[in-house]
């Protein structure tokens, strides 16, 4: 496997390549909540050109894997230098206070990349208009992690948020699918399957609409009795939009139920065989015999991927879990 890690100097107008004095290479996505990142290290035998803020792009095989920004340079005293570079979503921790009304999220994604001076990419419609998205002082990221939850909440739809290569990104999990295989008949050394009510399920989901005629909330509650008396009670409460009406508020109830009353099913994998551009958000076949429910094949939404590179040669670290879609 060939590689280029191209570090852009745009101060002094100077470009190196660090693959061939690079011995391992980590990129690491997370579907929520954090940028993409990039560490590598080198040893120094002589100053080389590099400073924060430079641009980093990193090819495997020609394909395009990360584009991002040094933010942290680290030199023991052995001369080894340790860098790590994040992609555009790190500049999204910034916080801001914005008040959107009647916006899909790609809408509100655009705004918040325009007022960051970030670039975008595809912007799917998740076909679901926001009432009112309002937050004061809050991570930008946050922001848009919100709306995404929002959206899913009224959808029952995954949409993911994710940097593709210096473009802002929001797109639908299912038309994210790879055509990888994990499991059996690929390289898979090991491999932990759990299965818990313990980290993201509930089984009563409480919703609470402002009501500024009585000051109070209006209540409205969904459970599954069955659930309840197997599990015990699990509540998820939520205030939703005061502009909400008792239909709409039913709709995001049962979606919220038919998403959290289940037993959540993940998986973790260790020393399968890499494969480049495979991100956090894409699905994925998974195929393990000795686990029911992968034994046929399965595809699992992908929550966070880690590529190692080293010595030519490539491996991941994933974590998955079934969902629906």
């Keep these: 496997m060939s590689y280029k890690l191209l570090v852009f100097n745009a101060e002094a107008n100077t470009m190196y390549d660090y693959a061939p004095i690079t011995q391992k290479i980590d990129y690491t996505t997370n579907r929520n909540g954090s940028a993409g990142k990039l560490t590598f290290s080198y040893l120094q035998e002589k100053p080389i050109n590099l400073t924060e803020g430079a641009k980093v792009q990193f090819y495997a095989d020609g394909k395009e894997i990360f584009l991002g920004f040094v933010f942290v340079i680290e030199q023991d005293r052995w001369g080894v230098v340790s860098v790590t570079a994040y992609d555009q979503l790190r500049y999204l921790k910034a916080n801001a206070s914005y008040s959107f009304v009647g916006k899909k999220l790609g809408e509100i994604i655009q705004q918040i990349a325009t007022d960051m001076q970030l670039q975008v990419g595809i912007l799917e419609d998740t ?9 004061e002082n809050a991570e930008c990221l946050d922001i848009v992690e919100y709306g995404l939850q929002v959206t899913q909440y009224n959808t029952g739809r995954t949409f993911v948020f994710y940097d593709d290569f210096g473009k802002l990104s929001l797109r639908e999990a299912k038309n994210m ?13 090991e491999y932990s399957y759990k299965s818990d009510i313990d980290s993201d399920t509930y089984n009563q989901v409480k919703l609470v609409r402002p009501n500024k005629e009585t000051g109070q909330g209006d209540t409205y509650v969904f459970n599954d009795s069955a659930t309840i008396k197997k599990w015990g009670l699990l509540q998820k409460y939520e205030k939703v939009d005061e502009n909400l009406n008792e239909a709409q508020i039913s709709q995001q109830g049962n979606i919220m139920m038919a998403y959290y009353n289940r037993v959540l ?9 890499g494969v480049p551009g495979l991100k956090a958000g894409t699905m994925a076949m998974f195929k393990i015999k000795d686990v029911p429910e992968l034994s046929t094949g399965l595809f699992l939404l992908l929550d966070k991927v880690k590529h190692i590179f080293s010595d030519g040669e490539h491996t991941m670290s994933v974590e998955a879990k079934i969902i629906n879609t």
Excluded: R
């Design 127 to 135: 076909g679901y208009t926001i009432p009112t998205l309002t937050k």
């Design 177 to 189: 699918m790879s055509n990888v295989l994990i499991g059996n008949g690929s390289v898979l050394t």
């Design 265 to 273: 099913k993940t998986i973790s994998v260790d020393g399968v065989g």
